[in-house]
């Protein structure tokens, strides 16, 4: 056993991080254990974690205790493609202000998801439209072109009438001559007719 107090090394780039555990031993010497290691012996309740150079040295429970969940999501969000997947990305700007490690500016953007969607900037409407909608209608669109924006995608969720459909169509990208944007929208097909009526 080699005693050494291990704390978080957190590094951004772009959206995408790195964590490692390091410290000073009691030989003076720097000692580092990796994430994935201390992630694993937290789970299995072990209250050691083998040492990159060799040795153990004591788990940093308290990080553990309060940041262990988000990091281990963290982790295996970015198993797959070696890159952290977009929907974790909220969750790292969230260990960005739990650490007080200053996030990057493509995070940082990410603000409104992590503080209950407070200062989601005001969705500009299609112009065609002409339907007034309710406050949580201009909310719900909002939400979902800050989404757009921020490459991230989303589940509209609202109870049975209060106007998912508005909602959908007002947040879609507007069509005209110099611009052939398009959506894909995922529906049942049972809400073709009225989607078709209520577009028209």
Request: charged fraction near 20%.
């Amino acid at each position: 056993l080699r005693k050494a107090s291990l704390s978080p090394q957190l590094s951004i780039s772009g959206s995408d991080f790195s964590l490692e555990f390091s410290g000073t031993a009691d030989d003076g010497k720097t000692v580092s254990a990796d994430a994935g290691a201390v992630l694993k012996a937290w789970q299995q309740g072990l209250d050691l974690v083998p040492l990159t150079d060799g040795g153990f040295a004591p788990l940093p429970s308290d990080f553990l205790s309060q940041h262990g969940h988000r990091v281990l999501m963290l982790l295996s969000a970015k198993e797959q493609k070696d890159e952290l997947a977009a929907y974790a990305k909220p969750q790292l700007l969230q260990l960005c202000r739990d650490l007080d490690y200053p996030a990057p500016p493509e995070l940082a953007a990410l603000a409104p998801l992590v503080d209950g969607f407070e200062g989601l900037p005001q969705a500009e409407l299609p112009k065609t439209l002409s339907a007034t909608l309710r406050h949580y209608q201009e909310a719900g669109v909002a939400w979902l072109g800050f989404l757009r924006q921020a490459g991230l995608g989303g589940v509209l969720a609202d109870d049975m009438g209060l106007g998912k459909t508005l909602q959908a169509l007002a947040s879609l990208p507007e069509v005209n001559a110099k611009h052939r944007r398009r959506a894909l929208v995922v529906c049942p097909t049972s809400v073709l007719m009225n989607w078709r009526r209520e577009a028209n």
